[in-house]
């Protein structure tokens, strides 16, 4: 099946430090790709959709200044967490579609990111 | 509104013991519903698409269905390595393609 891969799995970063996040699909292209973030016991909720060559589309009440994206290929997207405080602390996760045509997305293996 | 609603929340099963998982669903018009497994602490893994009412699709123990309304996922004689969280998704016609909307889960335990 289509692979996608996320970096790093775990990171922990001091408040107000960045942190970015990778999204690569292994093999194929992805025009799009989604971020989700899960709390504990939580539905994984869209944060973003990441556009190749164009800007992200950012859900409601999401800030688009503080959750960077950028989707510079069609095989990679980053998300960076600017001056991080701990209530992001969460689990990061991204999806990738394989086919225009398909709706099935593909996940990373998720970032559990810890700001203290 | 939640557009997709898991039951029950958690279920716990002897070794053996089939049980089913309900997904209901609400969307403007459904272009797929997904079934995935997680694992603590991993992403989800796919299990199945559903494309339109009266599909089913199997692999292993496990069997997904679908309705104009809601999902099941039958599993059957199910074993200590099926305990994970499932997660139901859809994909609303509404929505940029593969923009999925998630329900809880459901957290299975099979016990020995």
């Known amino acids: 099946g289509a692979v996608v891969s996320q970096h790093p799995s775990r990171v922990i970063c001091k408040s107000g430090t960045s942190v970015k996040i990778e999204c690569r699909s292994l093999?194929?292209?992805?025009?799009?790709m989604f971020w989700y973030r899960q709390f504990p016991k939580q539905s994984l909720m869209l944060m973003a959709t990441?556009?190749?060559?164009?800007?992200?589309?950012?859900e409601q009440g999401v800030e688009k200044d503080k959750f960077l994206i950028n989707h510079a290929s069609l095989t990679l997207s980053t998300l960076t967490v600017t001056s991080a405080h701990p209530e992001d602390s969460s689990f990061y996760i991204c999806?990738?579609?394989?086919?225009?045509?398909?709706?099935?997305?593909?996940f990373g293996q998720g970032t559990r990111l810890t700001v203290v | 509104e939640d557009q997709v609603t898991q039951s029950p929340e958690a279920l716990r099963l002897q070794e053996g013991e089939s049980s089913s998982l309900n997904c209901s669903y609400t969307?403007?018009?459904?272009?797929?519903l997904f079934w995935y497994r997680q694992d603590p602490g991993k992403g989800p893994e796919f299990l199945f698409t559903?494309?339109?009412a009266g599909e089913e699709k199997e692999k292993e123990r496990l069997k997904a269905t679908l309705t104009k309304k809601e999902s099941f996922l039958h599993i059957t004689a199910p074993k200590p390595e099926d305990s994970a969280t499932y997660l139901c998704?859809?994909?609303?016609?509404?929505?940029?393609?593969?923009?999925?909307?998630f329900g809880r889960g459901t957290q299975l335990t099979v016990w020995p």
């Open positions: 998704a859809v994909d609303d016609r509404g929505s940029t393609l593969g923009r999925l909307y």
């Open positions: 999806s990738a579609n394989r086919d225009r045509k398909l709706t099935e997305a593909f």
């Open positions: 093999d194929f292209q992805a025009t799009t």
């Open positions: 990441s556009n190749e060559g164009s800007k992200a589309t950012y």
């Open positions: 559903l494309y339109s």
């Open positions: 969307v403007s018009g459904l272009r797929g």
